[in-house]
């Protein structure tokens, strides 16, 4: 347990369960908390909240310590050498990605160089996002010095780089509050009538919930299944963007209620979603498999809507079932891959990310100006993608509009040998557009992959 004071001098404190560090990092955390509180003791309650914030993500220590550290570096309280002598190369190179102005705010990335240089960064070393989120998210919801004007171009910034960068790293519950800072900071107006329209119905959704949850869980006990059963909120921007798109009122998004059922296996996953599809009245179309096809940032569970107390309220409620692993890395992504995945699975993950993030980069080079590079980098995270089989039934969810060049490219094969490539058994050139449910096939004896067979070029992408 670290126990974290919301400020110096303040009696108030909140004590935090935190990632199960080993006495070393536990000791090393607790030392740049005094760091902090000796150094800097007006500017701390920032470190504070952002420290707090990322142990609510299961972030490792090394994240946890320069989050704390960014303001002591930026007053010029201590130096580059100093912290990796105390607390480690990587700490100090982490701290030195974050510039905290006098009003609080972490610099803006706005100018090319600078987005260059963060981007090139982030490749090296994906945390540096997740910092500069949650230091941004504390910047928005308390604001400092910084005038309106700013706190709208820093609040525009994480909206348009921030949040999708976050969303591919798997930072859901961060993106989430980042997401809903920037909408009540930029659209207050807008902010506060779907606040004031969610208040309304929240006794209502509440109850709805909570009877949900007990019925779920006796028709699972009497089932021998064992799970967790919970409620699940679903956010400000999130319930308005989604309202917008489909011109409807917050009562009538699907999925503004939802339960969450978290259990051992994935094969227990599929049978509650029979008992559940059995029990309950399931809303025709909404059933998505992201366990055989995860997400491009690792998403994976099963979303099914029902309408679950026929007599007593028409509420359409979302079910999500997953694995405690898949709710940590729905969650968490990123942040806790250190706490959940075997050292390799973590290093093979962060190869991968950083992979996307030197593709973004070039990306970023060849973007005529800032406005189309953000439209790529949106098209990248949020556009609908394509499922494309393999040799042996594997499966490769790809954004739309891929091309065979760009799956051999990510799978890091030669494509000199491109006439053995075969899309739905027919020979085709490297730039043919791939559709949904397309089957890709070759011969690993005329083409074989550097990095091994298809079986591997399913898991890489």
């Known amino acids: 347990m670290i126990v974290i004071a919301s400020g110096p001098t303040s009696d108030e404190h909140l004590s935090l369960p935190v990632p199960p560090y080993d006495a070393e990092s536990a000791a090393a955390v607790e030392r740049a908390l005094a760091v902090v509180r000796t150094r800097v003791p007006v500017a701390s309650r920032g470190a504070f909240l952002a420290a707090r914030l990322l142990l609510e993500q299961r972030a490792d220590a090394e994240a946890v310590m320069a989050a704390l550290l960014v303001p002591v570096r930026g007053a010029g309280l201590t130096s580059r050498v100093e912290l990796e002598e105390r ?128 019925t779920v869980r006796m028709l699972l006990e009497r089932h021998s299944v064992g799970a967790e059963v919970r409620g699940r909120a679903k956010s400000m921007w999130s319930i308005y963007t989604k309202s917008r798109r489909l011109d409807v009122t917050p009562e009538r998004i699907l999925d503004r209620l939802g339960l969450r059922v978290i259990v051992q296996s994935v094969p227990e996953c599929y049978r509650v979603l029979g008992l559940l599809h059995a029990h309950f009245r399931p809303i025709p179309g909404t059933f998505d498999d992201y366990i055989g096809l995860p997400k491009e940032n690792g998403y994976q569970s099963l979303h099914t809507c029902v309408y679950p107390v026929r007599h007593i309220s028409a509420k359409p409620v979302e079910l999500q079932i997953r694995t405690q692993a898949m709710h940590t890395e729905a969650e968490f992504g990123l942040a806790a891959h250190w706490l959940y995945k075997s050292q390799s699975d973590a290093e093979t993950e962060t190869v991968r990310q950083q992979r996307w993030f030197r593709e973004l980069e070039s990306q970023h080079e060849l973007a005529t100006d800032h406005g189309t590079f953000l439209s790529e980098l949106h098209r990248l995270v949020y556009e609908q993608s394509v499922v494309v089989f393999l040799r042996g039934g594997k499966q490769v969810r790809l954004p739309q509009g891929s091309t065979v060049r760009d799956l051999l490219s990510r799978a890091a094969a030669r494509p000199e040998a491109a006439g053995s490539i075969r899309v739905n058994a027919e020979v085709c050139p490297l730039d043919t557009v791939l559709t949904d449910g397309d089957t890709v096939e070759w011969s690993e004896s005329e083409w074989p992959l550097s990095g091994g067979s298809s079986g591997e070029l399913s898991r890489e992408c």
């Open 87 to 214: 607390f480690g190369p990587q700490v100090s190179d982490l701290v030195e990605e974050i510039e905290l102005g006098g009003d609080g705010m972490v610099g803006s990335v706005g100018l090319k160089a600078d987005l260059s240089g963060f981007l090139r960064s982030s490749a090296a070393d994906p945390r540096i996002v997740m910092l500069r989120a949650a230091w941004r998210v504390v910047g928005l919801e308390v604001p400092g010095h910084a005038p309106s004007e700013a706190l709208e171009w820093f609040a525009r910034e994480a909206r348009d780089l921030l949040v999708p960068l976050a969303d591919r790293l798997g930072l859901g519950a961060l993106r989430a509050r980042l997401e809903d800072a920037c909408f009540r900071v930029l659209e207050p107006d807008t902010y506060r009538a779907v606040s004031d329209s969610v208040s309304r119905i929240q006794g209502a959704d509440e109850t709805c919930v909570e009877l949900l949850v007990k």
